[in-house]
């Protein structure tokens, strides 16, 4: 009885994954209530942090500024020492503002995140915001929910298309329970972290999205995220100074990108011990904070007075700067939090300032300043991550009047398009660009880009003498696999190329051109041709372009190798299938894992290995274990005392470490011979 009713839920079960719609609704309902309780857990754990460091459940103003000087100074150093290590050791990804780490699982790694980053996160960040540090929360909500996410499709062994829905899904659940906006939570994840509308992505994000609201309005009330006055369009000329702001937004977003990544750089530069950096950050927020209480944690009582007009124009301009400064330092030296609450600030102080110079100018016929504020939050929060509709459909969603949605899409959209002309990348892009990544781009720019012409160089390539005759030459194209022959005089000096197509149209009339013609007359001198400092995506779109093979590589005007198209189709076939297991055969490593080795089919099997002693220090180019054992490198696999970023793809020129595990693929003899 026990064994048929196993075995009908196994079918069932079998049964509702084979619909595959279906098994994304359920799945999604499953996420939105874990990241419901997840977003509400961490709210709580926030208030734990504050009552220990300030005394106080309700983290405000009045109990920062009841405590002795020396304590609001000295507090938020203590919360970012007390992460460092964590964050350092254990999960290095924890660190930061979290958004940019889960566009690049979803865009590189097939959504696979780690489990660990659930608890990490979530210690680190509520630490570093409790204790003072100029962050957010929903940065590390949208973290966490991802992880969630990604944990229940590894969990599940789902592929990685599915797997990048359910990393959507924990997004949304995120910033829908921390906002308690449902919409402006499914649109932060398609927009920014999936970049994808389609119905299949879109329906399980919504439905986790609006499970999570509920959750978090059943703990923590149906309070809108801020206190938001009643206000409208008082005329249509107010549009002008509505456009003005979103040029404002536009220079505080772009700047706020770039500072913070000019500070990070510079706590990077610093020459200290890691210790002290975090400890002298801290102590700079405190600094701050001595004078500028507000800049403290993420800022929403002064967001609130701010929206109200109780703040005097002077201190909105003074606490743009601030608020600018304490941000980036508490992420630069090592803090763990987000950037969209202090972009939501940074949006406040500064259409508060303008909205207070509008209303002193022209009193009659323009709103207070906190509406100027309240579109000012939206506007800033487009400009920096360059996310237009969820900026205003979040301020949308807080307020409840349509009556501010014209000034705000104004805004909005001025703020975003002039960001863009500024600066392409967006504060969430900028940070996968310094390594490398560009999620813009797509697949095929990203794998080939990055490989030099080096990568492929053949160099030393079959060469014709520019006085060869022609008979000569016709025995050695018809003798010769290739298809492309370089002329060359004094031995390197570049002259043409000379291609099989333009041979044939000569073969016939032989007899008589064999002693008027020479290699030197049918060298094509407008032959394409590469340089060593090229790449091998220029390299695909001039095979892409003309019907040839093979490229000659010329530096001042000396061949110095050459390039064959099926080499560069093996790098981008490799690197593809390299990125699609680490995404898609994620659940398949779990069994690697326990037994060593899985059968491939075809011949091939799939092998996890301790790399060898002697490999330390070496990187694979020069261990080039695909020509001496005939197997392929997939994954690299760092120990799990390391606590570095866990498993990854490796390029090139990754140098194995002691300890470190890879993952390879093969004949099993071939890996057999390696594992000896």
């Not at 004078?291 to 800022?299: A, D, K």
């Not at 180019?621 to 005939?630: C, D, H, V």
């Not at 690299?636 to 390879?664: A, S």
Request: hydrophobic share 50%; with cysteine; net charge positive.
């Amino acid at each position: 009885m026990t064994m048929r009713i196993l075995d009908k839920a196994r079918f069932m079960w079998a049964g509702l994954r084979s619909s595959e719609y279906l098994f994304m609704i359920l799945i999604a309902v499953v996420i939105g209530l874990g990241g419901g309780f997840v977003a509400v857990g961490f709210r709580y754990l926030i208030r734990i942090v504050q009552w220990v460091a300030y005394g106080s459940w309700e983290y405000g103003l009045d109990a920062v500024r009841a405590l002795p000087w020396y304590l609001r100074l000295f507090i938020p150093a203590v919360g970012l020492l007390a992460i460092a290590p964590l964050v350092n050791r254990v999960a290095k990804e924890a660190k930061g503002h979290g958004v940019p780490e889960v566009m690049e699982a979803v865009g590189l790694r097939g959504g696979v995140i780690r489990a660990r980053i659930v608890l990490v996160k979530a210690f680190a960040s509520a630490v570093c915001i409790g204790c003072g540090g100029s962050v957010g929360r929903e940065g590390p909500i949208v973290q966490i929910g991802s992880a969630f996410g990604s944990s229940i499709g590894q969990y599940l062994k789902v592929p990685a298309r599915r797997l990048r829905t359910m990393v959507g899904c924990g997004a949304a659940a995120g910033i829908a329970a921390t906002f308690n906006a449902p919409i402006a939570g499914a649109l932060f994840a398609v927009e920014v972290i999936l970049g994808d509308f389609g119905v299949l992505q879109f329906s399980p994000i919504v439905i986790s999205s609006v499970v999570a609201t509920v959750v978090s309005r059943y703990f923590l009330g149906d309070m809108p995220a801020f206190l938001v006055p009643t206000y409208e369009l008082v005329s249509a000329f107010e549009l002008i100074p509505y456009a003005v702001l979103g040029v404002l937004a536009a220079c505080v977003g772009v700047g706020f990108s770039t500072l913070l990544y000019r500070v990070e750089d510079g706590f990077e530069a610093l020459r200290i011990p890691p210790l002290l950096k975090p400890l002298l950050g801290g102590l700079l927020i405190g600094v701050i904070g001595l004078v500028f209480p507000h800049i403290l944690g993420v800022g929403y009582e002064t967001i609130d007075m701010a929206l109200a007009g109780r703040l005097a124009w002077f201190v909105l301009l003074l606490l743009v700067f601030a608020k600018l400064t304490a941000t980036t330092v508490t992420l630069g030296a090592g803090g763990s939090g987000g950037i969209f609450a202090p972009s939501l600030f940074l949006g406040a102080m500064t259409g508060g300032f303008w909205g207070k110079v509008v209303h002193l100018v022209l009193p009659g016929i323009t709103a207070g300043s906190g509406a100027y504020a309240m579109v000012g939050m939206g506007a800033v929060v487009a400009a920096a991550t360059h996310a237009p509709l969820t900026a205003m459909i979040i301020i949308f969603e807080m307020t409840g009047d349509y009556k501010i949605i014209p000034p705000l899409m104004a805004a909005c959209v001025l703020a975003s398009v002039l960001a863009m002309r500024l600066k392409q990348a967006s504060i969430y892009t900028e940070k996968l660009l310094r390594r490398g990544v560009d999620l813009r781009q797509p697949l095929e720019i990203n794998v080939l880009r990055k490989f030099p012409i080096s990568h492929v160089l053949i160099r030393e390539p079959v060469t014709v003498p520019e006085e060869t005759p022609f008979r000569k030459l016709v025995d050695l194209v018809v003798n010769s696999p290739r298809s492309e022959f370089f002329v060359v005089r004094n031995g390197r000096d570049y002259v043409g190329t000379i291609s099989i197509h333009q041979m044939r149209r000569f073969l016939m009339d032989g007899d008589w051109l064999d002693p008027l013609i020479i290699a030197r007359d049918m060298a094509d001198r407008g032959y394409p041709t590469l340089g060593p400092e090229d790449n091998l995506d220029l390299a695909m779109k001039l095979f892409s372009k003309e019907n040839m093979e093979e490229l000659p590589v010329v530096s001042e005007g000396k061949l110095v190798g050459s390039v064959r198209k099926s080499d560069v189709l093996d790098v981008y076939n490799r690197e593809v299938l390299k990125r699609d297991l680490s995404g898609g055969f994620q659940g398949a490593l779990a069994w690697v894992q326990r037994a060593k080795t899985v059968d491939l089919g075809e011949g091939y099997v799939l092998a996890e290995m301790e790399a060898p002693p002697h490999f330390a220090g070496k990187t694979l180019r020069e261990l080039n274990l695909r020509a001496n054992y005939g197997v392929e490198v997939i994954l690299i696999r760092e120990p799990r005392r390391v606590g570095k970023e866990g498993t990854k793809v490796p390029n090139p020129d990754h140098r194995i470490e002691p300890g470190q595990v890879m993952l390879v693929a093969g004949r099993p003899e071939d890996v057999q011979a390696l594992s000896r």
